[in-house]
T-cell receptor, first 109, second 123 residues
């Protein structure tokens, strides 16, 4: 089965600073999803990447999928308190979506 | 109205009790999924269904069963709940797949839509 490893497990960032989360797959990614979750709540879809080298941005969040399609990064520019939460990467393999363990982001004022 | 709803939202039960978690969706999607989430382990797939007649086990199906009563409804049952089934449970739906021929693999062109989650505590 596909294994997704996220790093770091958690991070604390000063408001206004940038942060990056990585997601590495043991297999080629045929569709990589990024979700955000507030603790104990549902998942919010952020973006999906499909093609090698693809990059998507939404507001201050940018996600990239490397050319080999085995690694993705999520970058937040000028973090705000609203960016705090758990970020999860997910990928389809054999029609099933599997997830990384998540990265907990804390934004300090 | 929410596209994917789950009931109950919170439940406390005792060891050995039978409990059912329900999921309904208005997306018209064929594919539905049940996940559980534990701290530090991310989301793990319990069962998934591609249509009413197609139900499949996921990574951690032991101790669980499911029923796909209709396209819009997918229920998860714990026949005899145990404390290590205490977790946050999510239902999700997804639409169809398109094939990415250049990469040779399946690429989903539709997003998974998640319900708000059910927090289950087994004492």
């Amino acid at each position: 089965s596909q294994e997704l490893e996220q790093s770091p497990q958690s991070l604390i960032v000063q408001e206004g600073k940038n942060l990056t989360i990585n997601c590495t797959s043991s297999k080629t990614l045929y569709g990589l999803y990024w979700y955000k979750q507030k603790y104990g709540e549902g998942l919010i879809f952020l973006m999906m990447l499909q093609k090698g080298g693809e990059e998507k941005s939404h507001e201050k969040i940018t996600a990239k999928l490397d050319e080999k399609k085995q690694q993705s990064s999520l970058h937040i520019t000028a973090s705000q308190p609203s960016h705090a939460g758990i970020y999860l990467c997910g990928a389809f393999n054999d029609y099933k979506l599997s997830f990384g363990a998540g990265t907990t982001v804390t934004v300090r004022a | 109205d929410a596209d994917v709803t789950q009931t109950p939202r919170n439940r406390i039960t005792k060891t050995g009790k039978r409990i059912m978690l329900e999921c309904s969706q208005t997306k018209g999607h064929d594919r539905m999924y049940w996940y559980r989430q534990d701290p530090g382990l991310g989301l793990r797939l319990i069962y998934y269904s591609f249509d009413v007649k197609d139900i499949n086990k996921g990574e951690i199906s032991d101790g669980y069963s499911v029923s796909r009563q209709a396209q819009a409804k997918f229920s998860l049952s714990l026949e005899s709940a145990i404390p290590n089934q205490t977790a946050l449970y999510f239902c999700a739906t997804a639409g169809g797949f398109d094939w990415e021929f250049t990469s040779g693999g399946p690429v989903s062109t539709d997003t998974q839509y998640f319900g708000p989650g059910t927090r289950l505590t087994v004492l």
